[in-house]
C-alpha cells in the first residue's frame, strides 16, 4: 500500500499526550479445578445416562479466544471417553477461517485445540446437512460430521452478542445455530439483519437439538479479568431456553467495561477475530454500525483508532469498519477474501464492518490524526485511553485531563506513568 509521507509531516510535530496507568479493580474468583468442575458439572446435568458405550459423539470447538478451552475441552472429552463414549471436535464456527475446512482446523491451533492437546480426533467440514425449515419456510443446517453422530455436546461461552439484545444472545443456542450451521446456517440467521438474529436464533437452535441429537451443552461464563468464573452444564432441553436467558444475565454483570462515558480519542492496540467476533466489542466500544439500529448510550467516543490485527485472526479483519484510523501495517495485513467472507456471510449486520478507515504511513501518524480530528481544540483538554484490546480492560493508560475523573472512581487506582511503546 502506499502513502503519501506528506501527510504525516503535517502531523509529525503534534506532540503525543502524556499517559499514566491506572489499574481497575474488580472481584474476581476464577474457577481453580477445571477438571474437577467439568466432571462435577457434566455428572450433575445427567449426561451419563445418554451415553451408550462406543457410542460417537461431536464436541463443538468455536473460534473465539476464550481462557482455559484448551482444559475444558480436554476434561469434557475426558469424561465423555470415561463414560465409554468416542468424542471428536468439530469446528463449530460458521463461516470463520476463510469458509474452509483447513482455515476452521487451522484456528483451532492458534487457539491451541489440537488433536494432541484435547485428546481426541478433529473432523472438519463444510458440508452440512439440511435438518428441516422452520414455519416461514426458514431452512436450518448442521455440520454433517456432527449430524451423523450419535450425540453432541455443545460447549461455547455466555456472553453478550455483538449486533442485538435478546433474551439469548451469544452462547449455546448460537453456538447450535451458527456454529454448526457453518456458513450457509450462518447466511440463514444473518440475511435479515438484526431482526434475523432476535427471530431465528432460537428456533434454529432448538431444531438443532432436537433434531440433530445434542444431548447437553457446557456454558463458560468469564470476569472482567478475562478468568473462567462458572462453568455450568444445561440439559438440552434449556439450550435457548430460560437456563441460558439466567447465564446470560450473570455474563452482563461480569462484563469488562471502559469506566469512562465519553471519551474523545481511544486507542486500540490490536483487534481480532480471536477477541471478539467483531474485531473489537461493540459492547466496549459503544458502536453498533448496524443500519437501521440505534447507537449505545455509553460510552460515546469520538475517534477510535486501532494500532494491529492479531496473527491468530489470519488477515480476516471483519470490523475494520467500527474504527476510524488505523496505520499501514495493519491494512497490509488484511486478508481481503476472509474478511468479506465474513462480512458478506453477516448480511447488512456485516455491511459497515467492513469499510477501510482512514490508513496513515505509521501508528504515531494515525494517533496524531486522531487527536487533531476528535473535535477538543485545546490538546491538554483531550480525553484518550489506550488499550492492549477489548478483552483486556484491567490496565489503561489514560491522558491528564482524564485524572479528575478518576480520583472520584472508586475501583480506579493510578500506578505512574506510561510511555507510548510500540508507537513510532
Not at 273 to 290: A, E, H, P
Not at 357 to 370: M, S
Request: net charge negative; hydrophobic share 45%.
Amino acid at each position: 500500500m502506499q502513502l503519501n509521507l506528506a501527510i504525516e509531516d503535517l502531523l509529525v510535530d503534534l506532540p503525543l499526550p502524556t499517559l499514566y496507568r491506572v489499574r481497575q479493580h474488580w472481584d474476581s474468583q476464577p474457577v481453580t479445578d477445571i477438571d474437577g468442575t467439568v466432571r462435577a458439572q457434566l455428572d450433575a446435568v445427567g449426561l451419563r445416562a445418554h451415553i451408550i458405550p462406543g457410542m460417537r459423539v461431536a464436541v463443538t470447538a468455536g473460534s473465539r479466544g476464550i481462557r482455559n478451552i484448551v482444559p475444558i475441552m480436554r476434561a469434557s472429552v475426558a469424561w465423555l471417553r470415561a463414560a465409554g463414549a468416542q468424542p471428536f471436535l468439530v469446528p463449530a464456527m460458521g463461516s470463520h477461517g476463510g469458509a474452509t475446512a483447513a482455515g476452521q482446523v487451522r484456528l483451532l491451533a492458534d487457539l491451541g485445540l489440537t488433536e494432541e492437546s484435547v485428546g481426541c480426533p478433529i473432523q472438519a467440514t463444510m458440508d452440512v446437512v439440511e435438518l428441516g425449515t422452520l414455519a416461514d419456510g426458514t431452512p436450518v443446517f448442521m455440520d454433517r460430521y456432527a449430524a451423523e453422530a450419535d450425540g453432541v455436546l455443545v460447549i461455547n461461552r455466555i456472553k453478550p452478542h455483538t449486533s442485538f439484545k435478546a433474551e439469548i444472545e451469544s452462547g449455546l443456542a448460537k453456538m447450535c445455530a451458527v456454529g454448526l450451521g457453518k456458513q450457509r446456517g450462518a447466511e440463514m440467521v444473518h440475511r435479515r439483519g438484526v431482526y434475523g438474529l432476535r427471530a431465528l436464533l432460537v428456533p434454529m437452535a432448538r431444531m438443532v437439538v432436537e433434531r440433530g441429537r445434542v444431548l447437553a451443552g457446557l456454558a463458560i461464563l468469564e470476569d472482567a479479568r478475562d478468568h473462567t468464573a462458572a462453568l455450568v452444564a444445561l440439559p438440552s432441553a434449556d439450550i435457548g431456553g430460560p437456563g441460558e436467558a439466567t447465564l446470560l444475565e450473570q455474563s452482563k454483570a461480569l462484563l469488562p467495561r471502559l469506566p469512562f462515558d465519553h471519551l474523545d480519542v481511544l486507542v486500540v492496540d490490536e483487534i481480532g477475530k480471536n477477541i471478539s467476533g467483531t474485531g473489537v466489542d461493540t459492547n466496549v466500544i459503544g458502536r453498533l454500525r448496524i443500519p437501521g439500529e440505534p447507537e449505545p448510550d455509553r460510552p460515546r467516543i469520538n475517534v477510535i483508532v486501532a494500532l494491529d490485527l492479531t496473527d491468530a485472526s489470519h488477515g480476516n479483519a471483519t470490523g475494520i469498519g467500527l474504527v476510524d484510523i488505523i496505520p499501514a501495517r495493519l491494512a497490509q495485513k488484511i486478508d481481503f477474501h476472509a474478511t468479506y467472507i465474513n462480512n458478506l456471510t453477516s448480511g447488512l449486520i456485516g455491511l459497515r464492518k467492513g469499510a477501510l478507515p482512514i490508513t496513515l504511513p505509521t501508528a504515531r501518524a494515525a494517533i496524531a490524526a486522531a487527536l487533531q480530528m476528535c473535535g477538543q481544540p485545546d490538546m491538554a483538554a483531550i480525553g484518550l485511553v489506550r488499550i492492549p484490546n477489548t478483552l483486556l480492560l484491567e490496565e489503561l493508560h489514560v491522558s491528564a485531563a482524564l485524572l479528575p475523573e478518576v480520583a472520584t472512581h472508586a475501583q480506579l487506582e493510578v500506578l505512574g506513568t506510561a510511555a507510548w511503546t510500540g508507537v513510532v
